[in-house]
């Protein structure tokens, strides 16, 4: 990851904002689960945004400057049901103590780092999901505006979060959920 923000660095003579939008999930329950499946899910969930921050981070320190996304997940903050997937659930949590931690270290030196837990989005990550009508009942019927998100509803948020309008904001975790965890 360090060359790769290098590369960037030296092509564009900067970084300014980094979104870290990774995120793999399987639905196995905890008893059943692979040691490999498990490590592959904190890899990518977790390892990944820390490589990505760590690396983009240092140019932005340096420059005194940048603004860094996550995209946890509503899963970091809640257990989600019926689908069983205690490691998903695990790696979104950590994203979102991660990105409040690197805003602890890192606020006082000009980089902000927030985070984004959106609710289900109609993805191709979701779609076995949106396919399993007893699943997507359940979805539906715990998220109190009866619908999953877009992408573009998630994207808007990220750009505020990059954006000058939320100067103030770094440690944040934006739930973008339509009210699912409110219960």
């Known amino acids: 990851m360090t060359e ?5 660095v030296n092509k564009y003579g900067g970084v ?21 499946e498990w490590l592959k899910v904190i890899d990518i969930n977790l390892n990944g945004v820390f490589w990505c921050c760590r690396a983009f981070g240092r140019h932005m320190l340096q420059a005194g400057k940048g603004s860094i996304i ?3 997940s509503m899963s970091g903050i809640i257990s989600n049901k019926p689908q ?10 950590a994203v979102h103590l991660l990105t409040k931690s690197l805003a602890a270290e890192w606020g006082g030196r000009g980089v902000r780092v927030n985070a984004v837990a959106p609710t289900y989005i109609e993805t191709a990550m979701t779609r076995r999901g949106m ?9 539906l019927e715990m998220t109190p505006m009866h619908r999953v998100g877009q992408p573009p ?4 948020v990220v750009l505020f979060l990059a ?14 959920d339509g009210g699912y965890t409110c219960w």
């Not at 069983?84 to 949590?93: D, M």
């Not at 954006?163 to 973008?176: C, E, R, Y």
């Open 4 to 8: 790769a923000a290098d590369r960037v």
């Open 16 to 36: 300014d904002i980094l979104v870290c939008n990774a995120g793999v999930a399987f639905n196995s329950p905890a008893e059943e689960m692979s040691d490999e």
């Open 70 to 72: 996550n995209i946890g």
């Open 84 to 93: 069983p997937q205690c490691h998903y659930n695990a790696s979104k949590a």
């Open 131 to 139: 396919d399993n009508p007893e699943w997507l009942s359940t979805w």
């Open 153 to 156: 509803e998630i994207a808007s």
């Open 163 to 176: 954006s000058d309008a939320s100067s103030l904001m770094t440690g944040s975790v934006v739930v973008a």
